[in-house]
């Protein structure tokens, strides 16, 4: 019961509707990446109100109206009605009846959701693309700028059209079609031990506890999924507990070809695990494409809606996830956990770490000095009274990190499949937010895999390259630079700012950064604490400038992607809402 993603439109008169079923085919089709034929979209409509699943890859989880993205934990047969509590899992909702409609998130905001009221009509998607192309127009929102060139993402809460807002995770959000009021509630029942704290001689055994619950309540035909294994110990730990609850699970890894080879690497740990727990795996080589780099990091923007830098895993211009589509997979079991930021003892170290905004850098850096609008942070997500700063980190983990980063790297993925998340479960997550409380629990769950798993060690080196060194090769840094010359970049970009940015990636200093960062990775193996601390106290906030040319490539990239889409619509005569 799965699918990709959705799009919902309420007219606030129903004889004003502007697009027809044909319009929102055609939209569907030009959403789809462009390396498949994707599967016709389920419709649903009545007076006044419009659904669209797009890109279905299985039966689909649709009732009266009413769509759930994504998978569920529980087996609830309720999550379609309007006003009742939010399921279980890892999902995006959007449910209706002839009072209200009303768009649901999960516990930790693992699908994005983004919606839009003006005094016409009422829009609601997973994709901020779909929105924009049935608005009609596109107003660029300066601070997502900002945010991409600092972060790599957009910021803790800013999307890439002004009038574009994310519901919140764990939200119910729900839209009087009479008044035409928009409320915001909470979806999750409470926790009623939230507050009570475990005890350090407990922790291993609850969260094994509850991950067994989690596996066994997983309402899958797992044969048609794959789980991606890594090196490390989430997915690991995912697969022991699938194993125990009856799941016979595929495994696959990809990175480049050389890190097969690596000693300790994520490939070469991933593979041994595979071995050991007599799991099939299937490895894909992500690092090169025969395709021109337009096409291929184009695809990349256009599945990531430009909302996140982390392409090193995309380099084959997806083709990976192509083929897996094109053989009937489904979709993929991910084993993120929600265990919490990493140690910090200082304050904004969190912040700094999780999303760093412009002035966390050196008044030197290049960065600062790109024209770049000014960008606010949240009164909510500042450092709270008595609050210390491992605790603002957890709380900017589960506000910021999981919601704008997890969440599109999902995103990305459902493009061509769908994902699944059980490790954030309530059941799981609840008790992580437990252990935080007095510890961390990142160590749970390395100690939990360790006594339940393969004596095997934990991969110390990615099976991919960094970002700096994928946009330096040639071809890449070629289509960067021609992007970030075009009439696009001298829209979003001054031209000083435009002139630094291709002055820095002329300039090969870069190097000595690559190899600042190998040293560092090094210590850390022989010295985690140690290699922790000169990380934080001595290296300052910093971007290697690819990797800076390549956020403000995405930037370029995405305005021309969002104003086409606006384009398309404008041209074709329908629009959501009247133009200003």
Not at 84 to 106: F, K, L
Not at 163 to 192: E, F, I, K, M, Y
Not at 259 to 264: D, Y
Request: proline fraction near 5%.
């Amino acid at each position: 019961r799965t699918m990709s993603g959705l799009l919902l439109a309420c007219w606030r008169d129903a004889s004003s509707r502007t697009h027809t079923a044909d319009d929102l085919l055609e939209l569907a089709r030009s959403l789809a990446p462009t390396n498949i034929s994707p599967n016709r979209p389920i419709l649903r409509e009545s007076p006044g109100l419009a659904l669209a699943v797009l890109n279905p890859v299985s039966s689909a989880r649709v009732r009266e109206g009413c769509a759930c993205v994504g998978t569920l934990v529980d087996s609830r047969e309720d999550w379609w009605k309007v006003g009742h509590d939010s399921p279980d899992g890892s999902y995006a909702i959007c449910r209706s009846d002839g009072d209200r409609v009303e768009v649901v998130t999960d516990d930790l905001g693992s699908r994005p959701l983004w919606y839009v009221q003006t005094a016409d009509v009422f829009l609601a998607s997973t994709s901020q693309r779909a929105i924009v192309r049935l608005l009609g127009d596109f107003r660029l929102n300066p601070r997502a700028v900002s945010w991409m060139l600092s972060a790599g993402c957009l910021g803790p809460e800013d999307s890439w059209d002004s009038r574009l807002q994310r519901v919140p995770r764990g939200t119910r959000l729900t839209l009087d079609r009479h008044a035409w009021t928009l409320t915001a509630s909470r979806g999750t029942p409470p926790d009623d031990l939230a507050a009570v704290p475990v005890s350090e001689a407990e922790q291993v055994t609850l969260m094994g506890k509850a991950l067994a619950q989690t596996c066994e309540a997983l309402d899958l035909s797992v044969p048609d999924w794959r789980l991606p294994l890594s090196g490390g110990k989430d997915s690991r730990c995912l697969l022991i507990y699938l194993q125990r609850a009856g799941f016979k699970s595929r495994c696959i890894t990809w990175g480049m070809e050389q890190s097969r080879l690596g000693q300790n690497s994520d490939a070469q740990v991933a593979a041994l695990v595979a071995q050991a727990m007599g799991v099939e795996q299937e490895y894909f080589v992500v690092d090169r494409t025969a395709e021109p780099q337009v096409d291929a990091l184009g695809r990349y923007v256009a599945a990531s809606e430009g909302l996140i830098d982390h392409v090193s895993a995309y380099m084959d211009g997806l083709d990976m996830w192509r083929e897996l589509f094109e053989s009937g997979v489904v979709g993929v079991v991910r084993g993120e956990v929600a265990t919490g930021w990493y140690v910090v003892k200082a304050p904004e170290h969190g912040r700094r770490a999780i999303v760093p905004a412009l002035g966390d850098y050196s008044a030197r850096s290049v960065i600062r000095h790109l024209d770049l609008p000014v960008q606010t942070w949240p009164e909510h997500l500042r450092q709270l009274p008595g609050e210390t700063p491992q605790q603002h980190a957890d709380r900017l983990y589960f506000e910021i990190r999981l919601p704008r980063v997890l969440a599109t790297l999902n995103l990305l993925k459902c493009a061509y499949l769908e994902v699944a998340e059980p490790l954030l479960s309530r059941a799981v997550a609840h008790l992580a937010r437990r252990i935080l409380l007095t510890g961390r629990a990142i160590p749970v769950m390395r100690d939990l895999t360790m006594q339940e798993g393969p004596d095997l060690p934990f991969a110390t080196d990615s099976a991919l390259a960094s970002i700096e060194r994928c946009v330096r090769e040639g071809a890449v840094a070629q289509e960067v630079r021609r992007e970030l010359s075009s009439e696009t970049a001298t829209r979003v970009f001054s031209g000083n700012a435009i002139e630094l940015l291709l002055g820095a990636m002329a300039d090969h200093s870069s190097d000595k950064g690559l190899a600042w960062k190998r040293a560092l990775r090094g210590a850390a193996r022989l010295a985690p604490a140690r290699a922790q601390r000169l990380g934080t106290q001595v290296v300052p906030v910093s971007v290697l400038p690819f990797q800076l040319a390549f956020r403000a490539y995405i930037a370029s990239r995405t305005v021309d992607m969002l104003a086409a889409d606006a384009a398309a619509s404008a041209l074709s005569g329908h629009r959501a809402t009247a133009a200003p």
